[in-house]
Each structure stands twice: as structure tokens, then as C-alpha cells.
């Protein structure tokens, strides 16, 4: 397929020591709300959902939609290239999937953007920076395809669209980048909510038990090394000891990622096992509970207490998202220097690492309490 490559402007990202944590916060909501509504439009322009339906025959809406998750749904992406999926409503044939994920793939590989550094404290471009703007691809081109008609949500879909492991949070955590969307995004909800009360569901939370084990395991490495195993390899993600973060962006499953792989993934976990736990026991309110839940951590959070998930009080709650807001503005600092850096993988110092090490303490004890542990 001969596309054309295409330039999508995003919004200024300002470096994140130079605000403090909740004006940051704040900013990077701003920019991922802006960075949703001009990908939006661009695809609408490029007819990225016109390509999809006449690769499975239809013309009209509502059977397709485009969503990203993660970072990019919960509204606290800093550089991160934006992840979509496709979900029909219909069942098709293997090689009609693998035609949409070829066009795609195809059409968001040719999709660069350009992001101007700012400053906080005017918003123009700097003109002392280094690198006063930089080009970075704008999506993932790995693109997974979900059948709603096959019942089936909560699994990841490898690019045979053979069902992998068990994401609940990509639904949890989904926001539309594509006009009319929504009603297919409530039709997955719906679907997740009966997977999470059935046998699968089990599943699910026990897959979320040993992620949150995992990701706390990083965060009580000994000496304050953010140490991880994985395929018998030792990756260090952080360093207290040494006050540095690393990060590099290969996805081959053994990159460095700062601060994420530690208290974020923690923090995030905990809560969707927490609202999981809750759907089980109130199935009456269970679609009420994952179409009104909030994506943003701190407002999921706050949410969470509202509806009594967490059996907190409420200053504990309110730590915890102080301290998730912390380490999510370190985490975009290895990020923003990433990106800017032009390298394949960056080491940064952290500012006063005693800090982020007895933050890192308090997080875990506010975690382990939440659990009842």
C-alpha cells in the first residue's frame, strides 16, 4: 500500500522539573486531551476508519472503532507514541484482519509528529534549548484487532489474533480517537463486565495478584535498586542508590523503564484489581461501575473511595495519589530526556534521591494497607 507520510502537530511538552508536581499534572491532562482530539481529526482526515470498513465491506457506523489505552486513555502520556486498537462489532475471517492491520500498520507508520520543548513558566518555545523541537512517530503501528462479536475483551490479541494474556485495563483505561465510537466502546465494557463475573474473571484477578506482587517486588529491591527479572535477564530500572533512572523504548520485553515497572504499575494495578473485586461483588452495579469509573489514576482513586472500594481513610487516599503523582513526574523526566536525547536509551539523575526513596517506603506501606496486608 503506497501512502503518503504525514506530519501531525503536537502539543508542547514542557520539561517536568520545571513545574511542580500538581501544575504538571495538570499540564500533561491538558496535552493528552489536545493530542486526542488533533489524532482525532488527523485520522478522520486520512480516513483511517473508511479504510477499515472497506476492508471488511461495510459503510456504515456503528461497527468499528478506534480507541487508544494505557497512558494515553488515563491522560498521563508525557512522549510515549499512542497505542490503538480496533474493535468490530462483526466476527471475521482471519485473512480480513490481517488486511486491517496491514492498511493500518501501513497508514500509522507514515504518521510522524513534531513537539515543540517550553518552557512552563511562558509556554513559547525556548529558544536556549538544545533541542527546541523534536520529531518522534505519533502511534504505535502494532495495531490489535478486537472482534466484539467473538465475546472476548479482556485478553490481548497478538497480530495472529491468537488471545493472549489477560489486560483488563485496556478496557478499564480506553478513550476514542475516532468520531462515533463510543457506542462500540460501551459494547465492550458490557462484554468485559460479563467476563469479569464468570470464571474468567477469576482469572483475571489472580493475574492481577501476581502483577501487583511483581511490580511491588521492584520497588523493595534491596539497596533501593529498582531491579527486575525477566527472561533471566536482571534489568535495572532505577538506581537510589546511585540516584539514577534508566529508560530505553526497544519492546522486546527487557527495556529499562525508569519509574513505571515499579510504584506506577503498582499503584495502577492495585486499583484495577481493587474496582475488579468490587464488580464481582456488586454484578447489579457492575456496568455502572466500569462505565463511570474514571481512567486519570488520581480521579480513579478518588472515585474508588467515593463508591467505598477503598476502605481507607481519606488522607491515606489522598497520600497515595500525591505519591503516584510524584513518580509519575519522575517517570516523565527519563522519558522527556529519551526523546529529546535522540539516543537509544538515556540514564538521568533524580533530584534528591533520599526523597524518592522514603516516597517509595510510604507508597509501599500505603499499598500494603489498602490490600490489607
Known sequence: MDLPLHKLKLPPQVDPLSMDVLPYTAHVRQRNRLSRERSEAFLDALGASQLVRESIGISSDPHIALIVNGSDGREENCTSPLEPIVFIEEALPVQVVQNIRQQLNALLSGISGYMHITRADSGESSPEESCPFVVQ??????????????????????????????WPSRIFDAAPISSGSEVILARAQDLLCGEIAGAVGKKMLERERGRIRDYAAVCRADEHQGTQLRRSRTITHFDLKEGVAHYNRTDTGLDARSF??????????????????AMRERSDDALRLVQTAPSHTADKLAFLKQENILRRPQAEVERMTLLYLYFLRLYHLSEFHYVISGQRQTTVEIPDSQEVAENLQELLTLVDLLRGK
Open 137 to 166: 512517530d505519533v502511534y504505535d503501528p502494532i495495531v490489535e484487532v478486537k472482534m466484539l462479536a467473538e465475546g472476548q475483551v479482556a485478553h490481548y490479541r497478538d497480530q495472529n489474533n491468537i488471545p493472549r494474556d489477560l
Open 260 to 277: 513505571k515497572y515499579g510504584p506506577l504499575r503498582l499503584v495502577q494495578h492495585t486499583l484495577i484489581s481493587e474496582l475488579m473485586r
